[in-house]
């Protein structure tokens, strides 16, 4: 069965204060491993897909990377607006389209 | 491009009351998805389609639930009776299956409280 674990459950940083989200899967052949941001209230906005290890993506402050077993979000000189909670989601072979969300990482960022 | 909508944006109903929540997808996405979300947790699936066909159901709860998608396009979620803890975020998203595109895209959710 695919499983997700995401750590740390909240994340408070300083503006300015880089850091780095983890997200460790399970998975019977990986066909993708997906990022999302949440914002209260809404529904989760589709950041990055990762597709083997190895492979990394970029959008403004944000990198995501992939290993065989995790895949970090690492955030650089983060503002109070990327202030939200990170998905991760994996898509394995064996479940057709279906995603395995991770319960997410609630980050703080504070001016 | 006109992304999910989905409607309404909350309801609040007493227990043992059915209530339907409405999904339109992202236009040419043939496959959709309905997902609950718990407070602090990642969303879960309970159905997904390919076009008209619901080819995994298997996390949604028959006794309650019921799914349609007709014409393969907008897809209507009902819950009857619905129960205490059925309170959550029910999220639609869609996609378009393509390989070079397995992304969901997801609408900005209903939220559900039964009283």
């Known amino acids: 069965e695919d499983q997700v674990t995401q750590s740390p459950e909240a994340l408070r940083l300083q503006e300015g204060e880089s850091s780095s989200l983890n997200c460790s899967y399970t998975?019977?052949?990986?066909?993708?491993l997906f990022w999302y941001r949440q914002d209260p209230g809404k529904g989760p906005e589709f950041l990055f897909t990762?597709?083997?290890a190895g492979e990394e993506k970029e959008k403004e402050r944000l990198k995501a990377t992939l290993t065989k077993k995790e895949s970090f979000l690492h955030i650089t000189a983060p503002k109070p607006e990327d202030s939200a909670t990170y998905l991760c989601?994996?898509?394995?072979?064996?479940?057709?389209?279906?995603?395995?969300f991770g319960p997410g990482t609630r980050l703080s960022v504070l001016p | 491009e006109a992304g999910v909508v989905q409607s309404p944006r909350y309801k609040i109903i007493e227990k043992k009351q059915p209530v339907a929540f409405w999904c339109n997808p992202i236009?040419?996405?043939?496959?959709l998805y309905w997902y609950r979300q718990n407070l602090g947790q990642g969303p879960e699936l309970l159905i997904r389609?390919?076009?008209?066909?619901?080819?995994?159901d298997s996390q949604l709860p028959k006794d309650r639930f019921s799914a349609e998608r007709l014409k393969g396009v907008d897809s209507t979620l009902k819950i009857q009776p619905a129960e205490l803890g059925d309170s959550a975020v029910y999220l639609c998203?869609?996609?378009?299956?393509?390989?070079?595109?397995?992304?969901?895209?997801f609408g900005p959710g209903t939220r559900l409280t039964v009283t």
């Open positions: 998203a869609s996609s378009s299956g393509l390989r070079s595109s397995y992304e969901q895209y």
């Open positions: 998975v019977s052949g990986l066909r993708g």
């Open positions: 990762l597709y083997s």
């Open positions: 989601a994996v898509q394995g072979w064996n479940y057709g389209q279906n995603f395995v």
């Open positions: 236009s040419g996405h043939n496959t």
């Open positions: 389609y390919e076009n008209e066909e619901a080819v995994d």
